[in-house]
């Protein structure tokens, strides 16, 4: 939940870095709006890496809490 970042930005890099569908990157970044943060992804840790490194593109900030 940030001011720099448009909805279709953090919508798109969902889906890139998640591949996900539209309406499911639309409910996790509604959720991280309305709450300040989302759990996006859970898995292995190397598979964190890579989610966290796709979203970090455009400083979207991420945290892997293992």
Same mark, same amino acid.
């Given at each position: +939940? $940030? $001011?720099?970042? /448009?909805? %279709?930005?953090?919508?798109?890099?969902?889906? &890139?870095?998640? +591949? *996900?569908? /539209?309406?499911?990157? =639309?409910?996790?970044?509604?959720?991280?709006? #309305? %709450?300040?943060?989302? =759990?996006?992804? &859970?898995?292995?840790?190397? &598979? *964190? !890496? &890579? =989610? #966290? /490194?796709?979203?970090? %593109? !455009?400083?979207?900030?991420? %945290?892997?809490?293992?």
């Amino acid at each position: +939940n $940030d $001011d720099f970042h /448009s909805f %279709e930005e953090v919508i798109g890099q969902l889906i &890139k870095a998640l +591949n *996900c569908s /539209s309406a499911r990157a =639309v409910y996790l970044t509604m959720k991280a709006h #309305s %709450e300040g943060k989302a =759990v996006v992804f &859970k898995g292995e840790y190397l &598979k *964190c !890496i &890579k =989610v #966290s /490194s796709v979203l970090e %593109e !455009i400083a979207l900030r991420t %945290e892997i809490v293992y």
